[in-house]
């Protein structure tokens, strides 16, 4: 098949991509691993940040600045203030597309405060309001013409001589390789956050997927080792609370009772503080308590919900006991200010993107905008670029090795338990790249991520069904997720410092002098990584040239 634009990805990013890429005329394809509504962003319940209206209190001018304080000094300004000033335009049009917000009776949209804010300006749909916004989003993409082609597990980067010219996917209701031409690319596949398994508010499929293809495609990534743990989620299994709870005014409390911290913080240092509470011997909960039934029945009804059905807790009488887990990967694909990459023609949005606006952590309520503003820019940016080039023939080299690598997954003879590698790398994961780490517990983590780099050759199909192979798919999610993961312990472990949601106990302050700067990871070759920092690599060309021109001079 050829397609103008194809569209890895189906949360809000995506969906925005492709229907601004097929409003200038484009032939448009979503190709996505399962079902749409289970996207990060279907999952993103608190709201989306916009000044809405501007007042004494309020202005874009503190988005903008609220937004640069929570990055903790590592930022691309430009792109902040960009996002900021359209987010007004933003929350128009998706009312103009149906999405309804919570307004009062005379029609003004209600807004909450969400952590790291100086004012309320989170626009919501009660606590559901990422799934109010991909449902809505779905049906714009159907009725424009847009191809949504679900159950397509994306494998690799097609190229010729260099140049993009397509990608190969696991068609998975029967396992075959297929290819699919393009013109342009635009990768929004989500992060990588779900590779803490046991430990994260994402699915299993949150594996890095778009992100490893991009590596093995020797794209340049950025700033992995910043991975947002979200500091309320439940005890039992990890599922979201939403921050719209404490934004409603919900309290964080110990076994006593007493409240200890301060619940609108940034999420980073809410984190850390949590996590030392429970390290101290303590229990931490969420209270609901003081709350009137009504509002939590229409404001808070999904996290009702949930705390009933995950952990048979009745939050207006009993305290819900919570525990940080990873929640957000704000590193990933190296992009432009456009969102371009590194290969022509290919462009990344929503959370496998870098676009710098989030730095080292993320504001809540910022990651539904950046995701609609920058899905917006690269589905303008890839149309632009159809008009200007011819498709590329695809190697069917590629495609060969594809075939050959599903086949022996599957024929192969399995000697380990997937779910078993699965689990036991999120264990460690949490417990070594966690809220807290150093040198000690990112060496013991690299070594136990090598160790399973090694072993993965020897993970087979127990069943040899072609149809629906649900174990295929979670083989290939756990290779992706271990080159990951490499690469977010390596960039952990050159960070000598810490900043934002990297927080190193061994290097416990922060370091402009050499880390101000982002990190980039290639890969040279399988499993050989090469992280460089630009303000390193100056700092050391300066002393060089100091050296030479301290002997000139004498």
């Given amino acids: 098949m050829l397609y103008d634009v194809i569209v890895v ?53 503190h988005h903008i600045n609220d937004t640069i304080a929570g990055s903790d000094g590592l930022v691309n300004e430009k792109n902040i203030s960009d996002m900021c000033h359209d987010a007004p335009d933003i929350i128009e049009e998706l009312r103009e597309m149906g999405v309804g917000f919570d307004a009062d009776n005379c029609g003004k949209l209600k807004q909450r405060p969400f952590g790291g804010t100086s004012a309320k300006r989170t626009c919501y749909i009660a606590d559901r309001t990422g799934s109010a916004i991909v449902q809505k989003l779905l049906m714009e993409c159907r009725n424009a013409g847009v191809h949504i082609l679900s159950n397509h597990q994306f494998l690799s980067i097609a190229k010729y001589k260099e140049k993009l010219s397509g990608v190969t996917v696991l068609r998975r209701r029967d396992s075959q390789v297929i290819a699919f031409a393009c013109k342009s690319l635009v990768l929004a596949g989500g992060g990588y956050a779900g590779i803490y398994r046991g430990h994260s508010t994402n699915s299993q499929e949150s594996s890095g997927d778009i992100i490893a293809a991009a590596l093995r495609a020797k794209m340049k990534l950025s700033n992995m080792e910043f991975v947002q743990f979200h500091p309320t989620t439940l005890v039992t299994n990890g599922a979201l609370v939403s921050e719209a709870a404490r934004g409603e005014g919900a309290y964080l409390v110990d076994e006593t009772g007493e409240r200890f911290t301060d619940e609108l913080q940034t999420r980073d240092k809410l984190s850390r503080e949590i996590t030392e509470h429970i390290i101290n011997g303590h229990k931490v909960y969420l209270d609901f308590r003081h709350l009137s039934p009504e509002l ?14 995950s952990a048979g807790i009745d939050v207006t009488k009993e305290l819900l006991e919570v525990t940080p887990s990873a929640h957000y990967s704000i590193g990933g694909i190296w992009t432009r200010g456009d969102t371009s990459t590194d290969i022509p023609g290919i462009f990344a949005c929503g959370e496998c993107a870098v676009t710098g606006v989030h730095g080292a952590n993320r504001l809540g309520g910022n990651s539904l905008l950046e995701g609609i503003y920058f899905g917006r820019l690269a589905g303008s940016e890839a149309a632009k670029r159809v008009k200007r080039h011819d498709f590329l023939p695809i190697d069917y080299a590629v495609i060969s090795k594809e075939l050959r690598r599903i086949d022996l997954i599957i024929d192969g003879e399995s000697h380990f338990n997937i779910n078993a590698m699965r689990k036991n790398l999120g264990e460690t994961l949490f417990k070594k790249v966690g809220v807290f780490r150093d040198e000690s517990t990112l060496v013991d983590a690299y070594e136990y991520a090598s160790y399973l ?21 979670s083989i290939l999610e756990f290779k992706n997720a271990l080159y990951i993961a490499e690469a977010m312990i390596l960039s952990a472990l050159k960070r000598e410092e810490s900043r934002g949601v990297h927080y190193r106990n061994d290097f416990p302050s922060r370091d402009d002098e050499k880390f101000s700067s982002p990190s980039y990871v290639k890969l040279l070759d399988e499993n050989l990584f090469e992280i460089t920092f630009e303000n390193v690599a100056l700092d050391d060309l300066w002393h060089r040239f100091k050296k030479v021109f301290t002997k000139l001079k004498g």
Avoid: W
Avoid at 21 to 41: D, E, M, Y
Avoid at 453 to 464: E, I, R, S, T
């Fill in 9 to 61: 990805g189906s949360g809000i990013a995506g969906l925005f991509s492709a229907l601004y890429a097929k409003k200038t005329g484009c032939s448009v394809a979503i190709l996505t691993k399962s079902n749409p509504f289970r996207s990060n962003s279907a999952v993103a319940s608190g709201g989306i940040n916009a000044v809405i209206n501007i007042n004494e209190y309020d202005s874009i001018l």
């Fill in 453 to 473: 780099f090694k072993k993965q050759y020897g993970l087979h199909c127990v069943n040899k069904d072609r149809e629906n192979n649900v174990e295929l798919s």
């Fill in 296 to 309: 939590i029945e229409t404001k808070l009804p999904s996290t009702q919900k949930m705390a009933l059905n």
